[in-house]
């Protein structure tokens, strides 16, 4: 049987490695592979930006890496309070009897409703600081786009 509180699946999603195999460069260039063989060779556009290539790689490993210690976090949060409703519902059941079954249920229900309010707004922070993020560099990228077209001009 499958254990239903194991997320290392889902983790793995945001293996470091594995974020990186989408920012490789000839991966990224093949978008730009010419329908005539007598382009010009991005070889050289590659080479010039290749320490940005590398900058580019490394923060998208971080990025994964901050991804994957949220739902770490987010998992500590549901581990940290559902154990703390299965301490609860040991000391009901040592000092009333299983016949506290409402209080063993009413315990794990807000145990758990409680962790996933709080994974929500974990998540909720991770996503804001991202659009926060996006905003500040779609300005950027507007104006680098508007100085490509004057210097191609």
Known sequence: MKNPYDMSQMFRMFDPEDVQKFFDPNQMFSAFAPAKTN???????????RKNFEAMVDANKAAAAAYKDLLEKQMEVFGQLTQ???????????????????????????????ALVLMRKLADAARDA?????????????????????KTK
């Open 130 to 150: 991202n659009e926060e993020a996006y905003t500040q560099i779609k300005g950027q990228v507007n104006d680098a786009l508007e100085d490509i077209k004057q």
């Open 39 to 49: 382009a010009f060779d991005m070889s050289g556009v590659f080479d010039m930006n």
């Open 84 to 114: 703390a409703a299965r301490e609860h519902v040991a000391w009901v059941d040592e000092t009333t009897g299983p016949e506290a079954v409402s209080n063993r249920t009413e315990s794990y229900a807000l145990a758990v409703e409680k």
